[in-house]
Every structure is written in structure tokens, then in C-alpha cells.
Nanobody, 114 residues
């Protein structure tokens, strides 16, 4: 079993940056590809970025070139550096395995607004 705790969200102006952190518990963390997801109001949860066990990142078009995913397997942490934020990035952000194999954490709210 792996549990996730997300943090680092907040209110930021368009064009600003935030760095999200995902802390994972459980010895199995290092064997999984990990993903960041987000859920905007009234919309389904969507996968936006994935990082493999070896540290290779993959991104959906909506965040490609603006967001960077990274992981520190020794610390059981995954990060999401978000730059050039847009109002459309407003959502609750979650992490989980790429197959969303484990229960969801509480997420962290990101609000992009002037």
C-alpha cells in the first residue's frame, strides 16, 4: 500500500510559478511510475504528467513546456514545477501511480488568478 500527501499549492497570478510536492509512504513507491493529476471544478480528474522509475518525464499537451516532473526516490518524493501558469491550470492537484493504483490523497489546491 502507498499513501500520498500533496502540498505546495496556493494562489498565484497568471504567468507565475509554483512547485508542488508529493510525499509517498510505503516501501513499494520506488517500483512505480508516478503521475500528477488535476481536477478542475466540474471536470473529471485528468492525468497531466508521468515520471518513470528511471526519472523520465512525459507530459500531456496542456502542460508540455511549462511543467516539469521530477522524483527523489530516496526521499519517496515527486515534484511538479509549474511555470507560466494560466487560469486554466486552476484545479486540485493530486499524485498517484500512473495506473492510479492506490487511494487518493487530499490533493493541493492551485488557483491562478489576478
Amino acid at each position: 500500500q502507498v499513501q500520498f500527501v500533496e502540498s505546495g499549492g496556493g494562489l498565484v497570478q497568471p504567468g507565475g510559478s509554483l512547485r508542488l510536492s508529493c510525499a509517498a509512504s510505503g516501501a513499494m513507491f520506488s517500483i512505480f511510475n508516478i503521475a500528477w493529476y488535476r481536477q478542475a471544478p466540474g471536470k473529471p480528474r485528468e492525468l497531466i504528467a508521468t515520471i518513470t522509475r528511471r526519472g523520465n518525464g512525459n507530459y500531456e499537451d496542456c502542460v508540455k513546456g511549462r511543467f516539469t516532473i521530477s522524483r527523489d526516490s530516496a526521499q519517496n518524493r515527486v515534484y511538479l514545477q509549474m511555470n507560466s501558469l494560466k487560469p486554466d491550470d486552476t484545479a486540485v492537484y493530486y499524485c498517484n501511480t500512473a495506473g492510479s493504483n492506490f487511494p487518493w490523497g487530499q490533493g493541493t489546491q492551485v488557483t491562478v488568478s489576478s
